[in-house]
């Protein structure tokens, strides 16, 4: 059984065990594997054309992929994906070791296209897309899918995300948040 070259590269260069290795290549007109959106923990340049990007637990990034030979695009998807740590359960996708939780999974150029203008969309709300619900990313594919057009993500959802964010996070530490209607927490 042949053995993937991507895998024992991400394996022999990982800086630490708990971090995930995302494969980019960019060949132009070729092979154009990037990062639409996501905060890397590290990089690793192997050559001019190739690098390895190594995410930390939790973190949420979008990772293209486009292809072509001299007929066309052979391949055009877009995946976002959450970094699992390690232990957990997790997606295998390619060019992502080990792998991860993938939020949103759509392939086709059109789709990936109406993908990109709803990052775009939240980036123009002044909002960092790695930032945002997972849930959002879920129903952005359900509805990509499914044939219709996601609804927009809005400030009110981010600030909802948000607080539901930090009540959880004081229910794992123990404490008690209480929030006014403004959604800001009180004492």
Not at 59 to 80: C, K, L, P
């Amino acid at each position: 059984m042949k053995r993937d070259p991507s895998v024992e590269r991400c394996q022999r260069t990982r800086p630490t065990d708990d971090l995930i290795c995302v494969e980019l290549t960019w060949i132009e007109k070729k092979i154009e594997f990037w990062i639409r959106f996501g905060r890397k923990a590290s990089e690793q340049r192997l050559d001019r054309r190739r690098r390895l990007l190594f995410f930390s637990p939790g973190t949420v990034f979008a990772f293209v992929r486009w292809a072509a030979n001299d007929y066309g695009t052979v391949i055009s998807r877009i995946d976002i994906v959450r970094a699992v740590a390690p232990g957990k359960p997790y997606q295998t996708l390619p060019f992502v070791r080990p792998g991860g939780e993938i939020l949103l999974k759509i392939a086709g150029w059109p789709k990936v296209e109406r993908v990109l203008r709803a990052i775009d969309a939240v980036e123009a709300l002044s909002i960092d897309p790695c930032m945002i619900s997972a849930d959002y990313w879920r129903h952005v594919h359900n509805r990509i899918t499914a044939g219709h057009e996601p609804r927009a993500y809005t400030r009110e959802q981010h600030a909802a995300w948000q607080l539901r964010q930090r009540i959880a996070g004081d229910r794992q530490d123990g404490g008690h948040v209480h929030a006014d209607r403004s959604g800001e927490p009180t004492p």
